[in-house]
């Protein structure tokens, strides 16, 4: 009689332990299969935004990033909450870890020819007369065919602005013709106040690298961006002064 009981304890045990196991392969496998669709509304999402930022971003670098991205955030979004909590002690080190990551992945795609860029200079050539070209400090620039594809502006709408000195263009060397900076642009025209701007400078070219670079009487600010905020009269004023 206890044999007997001994056995069916034994056979409950093996029951309740493969019951427990076919749980776990159902929980490993169902976050699996959360995991992998996170991963891939991610990667969607991503590379939507990253095409709207600049049209001109080469398609394996978005797909790279797109995939890096959602690859990391789905495999943390499936970590205990344990170690979700404790990942709050890595704030101040996320920036200095993620930069060492993107550094590794770049030297391995520029020693590696099946990445495709063989050919990566960190270099970029410069004109005769050695100023720098609108490719290495301009921001993302685009060519008036590609605009008109992904803004809706005309190219002949671009140009009348051009001409009219409401908007900036630039020499490129990407581009036999001139390219304009994607940043000038705000609901599909140029941003309100940059016609002063490029008044006050007399040269587009001038009055661009003002805008993109950092002024210490703006907290360190680029002007550009305080023009996309509403801030016209600041800037506007402010590159008035920085000529006199």
């Not at 140009?159 to 599909?188: I, M, Y």
Request: proline residues 5%; aromatic residues 4%.
């Amino acid at each position: 009689m206890q044999l007997k009981l001994c056995a069916t304890a034994t056979m409950q045990g093996i029951a309740t332990l493969a019951t427990r196991r076919k749980l776990s392969r159902d929980i490993r496998r169902s976050r699996l299969e959360k995991r992998e669709e996170l991963e891939s509304k991610v990667a969607s999402l991503i590379t939507e935004l990253l095409k709207a930022h600049d049209p001109t971003l080469q398609a394996p670098g978005i797909k790279t990033a797109s995939h890096l991205a959602a690859v990391i955030a789905a495999q943390i979004a499936v970590q205990p909450q344990s170690v979700l909590r404790s990942m709050n002690s890595l704030e101040d080190y996320l920036t200095e870890m993620a930069t060492d990551f993107v550094v590794a992945v770049v030297d391995a795609a520029k020693s590696n020819r099946a990445y495709g860029i063989k050919r990566f200079h960190a270099a970029a050539p410069t004109k005769s007369d050695g100023v720098p070209l609108p490719d290495d400090w301009a921001g993302p620039v685009a060519g008036s065919t590609l605009i008109e594809r992904h803004f809706g502006i005309s190219r002949s709408t671009l140009h009348r602005w051009h001409k009219r000195g409401e908007c900036v263009a630039l020499n490129a060397k990407t581009s036999k013709k001139a390219v304009f900076p994607l940043k000038q642009f705000l609901d599909g025209r140029p941003v309100d106040g940059l016609a002063e701007v490029i008044i006050a400078f007399g040269n587009q070219r001038n009055a661009w690298q003002w805008l993109v670079t950092p002024h210490e009487d703006l907290d360190g600010r680029l002007p550009i961006d305080l023009l996309i905020e509403g801030e016209r009269d600041l800037v506007t004023n402010l590159a008035r002064r920085s000529q006199t």
